[in-house]
Structure formats: C-alpha cells, structure tokens
C-alpha cells in the first residue's frame, strides 16, 4: 500500500468548474510533486515544493494553482480546465537531502467535459 | 537536458521465460537511475534502483545493470509470472542534484500464463 494518499480518486468536472485535488504523506518528507499523467505515457512533472516553498514550476498554465498548506499536504486546485487537461495526476513525495527515491500516489483521475 | 530512451515499448513473454527493457540517457551528471512499475489503475513504484558507482544490482528475480561509459541501464527479470504484466519506466536523475527525474517512454510487459 502506498504511503501517500490521494483524494479524490476520479473526478469529473466541466470547464466552469473549480475543484481540488488532495494529497497527504506521513513519511516526514519535505519534498512534494505534482505530476501530470496522459495515458500510455510517462509521468511529466507540473510542480515541486521544498519546505513548503515553490521550487519548480514547469511552465504550468495558472489554470492549475498548487498549494502546500503544510509539511504533509498537497493540493492542487482546478479552475477552468480544458478537455486536453484531462489525466491522471500523479502526487509524489521524497526526503531532502533527495535521495533520488520518488514515492508516488495511486492518482486522481480527472476528466474534463 | 537530459533525455532518457527506453526500448522496446511493448514486450511479451511467456510465463517463466526472461524480460529484458534497456534505456540510455544522455546527461553524464546523472547518477541515478530507478525502475518503476505502474500497475493498471496505479501510481507508479519504485522496484529496484541503482547508483553510478554500482554496475549492478539485484534483488529476487529483478536485476538492473549500469554501463557509464556508454550511458545504458537495463532491467532484467527472470522467471517472469503473470503478476509481472504492468508498464515500467526507466527513470534519471542527479539524486541529491535538484528533484527533476526525467523517465523514459515506458515499456508495457505481458506475460502470458
């Protein structure tokens, strides 16, 4: 069982909508990911937060606006998706000093009508 | 930046027979390398990994050999079972570098029982 959990597991939303999608870690890192999913490809990285700070910002649209409340929160709050933002959004975790070691979520499934 | 190759995209084997997925990258600075399963309706999982001043390692059934010089990295798994149908992603990175991973395109492997 994965040590990071992600909430919801699917979500359907239409283009007007605002939702979030959630994730939680209990391992004491101090790193968190977003990751961005399309099927039968490699996950592709949005965001990364370090000591709850920014770190990485991959040119993601401002439709997506991430936010760390805390050490062991992620969220990633949706405004005015687009169908092509359709995907399985991957949450991620790892140590700093980052040992490499990514610990993933089972991701949230959105689609975007 | 860096850039990861993975070959082949799908791969079929019999049950017990041995599985074999190669990637290469390019950035000489990277110094870690993952494996990663994701199972159907799953986040990704880190099997086996390996550092650049290691030029193998193995764990059960799973092995990964590293060759520096010539920038490829292999997973091999003997014995395979039907448990082992999933899609792998080989991945680099620069480990305590920064937190970028990048992952190649991802093998689906089906082994037929």
């Known amino acids: 069982d994965t040590e990071v959990t992600q909430t919801p597991k699917h979500l359907v939303m239409g283009m007007t909508n605002k939702k979030s999608l959630k994730c939680e870690q209990h391992?004491?890192?101090?790193?968190m990911y977003w990751y961005k999913q399309k099927a039968k490809k490699p996950p592709e990285l949005m965001f990364v937060?370090?000591?709850?700070?920014?770190?990485i910002n991959e040119s993601v649209p401002s439709r997506f606006s991430p936010e760390c409340p805390n050490s062991s929160l992620l969220n990633l709050h949706l405004h005015a998706l687009q169908p092509e933002d359709s995907a399985l959004y991957l949450c991620?975790?790892?140590?700093?000093?980052?040992?490499?070691?990514?610990?993933f979520g089972e991701g949230s499934r959105l689609t975007v009508l | 930046g860096e850039n990861v190759e993975q070959h082949p995209s799908t791969l079929s084997v019999q049950e017990g027979d041995s599985a074999v997925i190669k990637c290469t990258y390019s950035d000489s600075a990277s110094n870690y390398f993952p494996w990663y399963k994701q199972e159907l309706g799953k986040g990704p999982q880190l099997i086996i990994d390996?550092?650049?001043?290691?030029g193998e390692k193995k764990d059960q059934r799973i092995a990964v050999t590293l060759n520096k010089t010539a920038k490829h990295f292999s997973l091999h798994i003997t014995e395979t079972q039907p448990e082992d149908s999933a899609v792998y992603f080989c991945?680099?990175?620069?480990?305590?570098?920064?937190?970028?991973?990048?992952f190649g395109a991802g093998t689906r492997l089906f082994v037929k029982a």
């Open positions: 937060y370090s000591y709850e700070k920014l770190s």
């Open positions: 391992m004491g890192h101090r790193a």
């Open positions: 991945a680099a990175s620069k480990g305590t570098g920064g937190f970028k991973t990048i």
């Open positions: 991620a975790s790892s140590e700093i000093p980052n040992t490499g070691e990514l610990f």
């Open positions: 390996i550092r650049s001043n290691v």
